[in-house]
């Protein structure tokens, strides 16, 4: 899994215009493999001339960060301050996913542990705890994760944000209409573990449905095949109709499970 591990220190609390040290470490398949460390000051004019100004050392940090996953602690109040500050300097905000690692660890484990991450205070930790996390749920899927834990993934770009939120419970039936596929544009996207992707198209056919090889603005469903579920990143068409969704287009992604239970279920019905 690739990932950001986040964390901010204001070197005075009472004082926002104190510097501030943000630490970002990049984690790819477990190893740190790059990191960034800066101070910085809020202010435009800096009480300390040897500190730079956020607008100073913000390239970096948005390249570093931009369309990854960040994880953090206290995650929405740390990406609020970067929003924040470049709110303040008119500066474009990076598309990041993100989660918190708190959260997760409150949903899935034990009061000890759940002490022990509140008191995490460097960036490296942070990416160790939520390896350590990964390794007692014994899963190397986020998805999973936030699944067991009812939680979904915070988005934030310049336009918009979609908070981290308590995932709802619903049964396949609520969730997708019995002529799910009818009149609707379906795009397939990573290998298929069921069947070819030709044999699934005829079954998109079958059920009334159209599909296409492009995700659009206009696309209705986007299939993950479970072959990439596993995948260290995510698909170019993943991430796009990720962005339409964020953008408010009625885009909806699912798993090739739940493709084939909906398949299923029309198939029967109209026998």
């Known amino acids: 899994m690739n990932f950001i591990a986040l964390h901010i220190t204001n070197h005075d609390h009472t004082n926002r215009s104190s510097p501030y040290t943000i630490e970002l470490i990049q984690f790819n398949e477990r ?17 300390q001339q040897l500190v730079p100004t956020f607008n100073e050392i913000y390239e970096r940090i948005y390249h570093f960060v931009n369309e990854q996953l960040v994880i953090g602690v206290h995650i929405e ?10 709110n303040s300097d008119e500066l474009n905000y990076p598309f990041v996913e993100y989660c918190c690692s708190a959260q997760l660890t409150q949903r899935l484990t034990t009061n000890a542990i759940k002490k022990k991450e509140m008191s995490i205070d460097n960036a490296i930790l942070v990416g160790q705890s939520f390896l350590q996390l990964l390794n007692e749920q014994k899963t190397s899927s986020l998805n999973e994760l936030l699944q067991r834990a009812s939680l979904t993934i915070g988005i934030q770009f310049a336009t918009y944000h979609r908070p981290i ?4 419970e619903h049964h396949l039936e609520n969730l997708y209409p019995k002529d799910s596929f009818t009149n609707k544009t379906v795009v397939f996207t990573g290998s298929l573990k069921s069947m070819l992707r030709s044999q699934a198209a005829r079954l998109v056919h079958e059920v009334g449905g159209v599909c ?41 992604i699912m798993d090739e499970d739940t493709f084939l239970q909906l398949i299923h279920r029309h198939l029967n019905e109209t026998l």
């Open 77 to 86: 109040e740390q990406l609020q301050l970067l929003r924040e500050a470049c």
């Open 165 to 168: 939120t308590i995932r709802k």
């Open 212 to 252: 296409s090889g492009n995700v659009t603005q206009t696309t209705d469903f986007v299939v993950i095949g479970s072959g990439s579920i596993r995948r260290q990143s995510k698909t170019t068409k993943q991430v796009r109709a990720e962005r339409f969704i964020a953008e408010g287009h009625p885009v909806n």
């Open 31 to 47: 190893k740190i493999i790059d990191s960034l460390t800066v101070k910085f000051n809020l202010e435009n004019q800096s009480v």
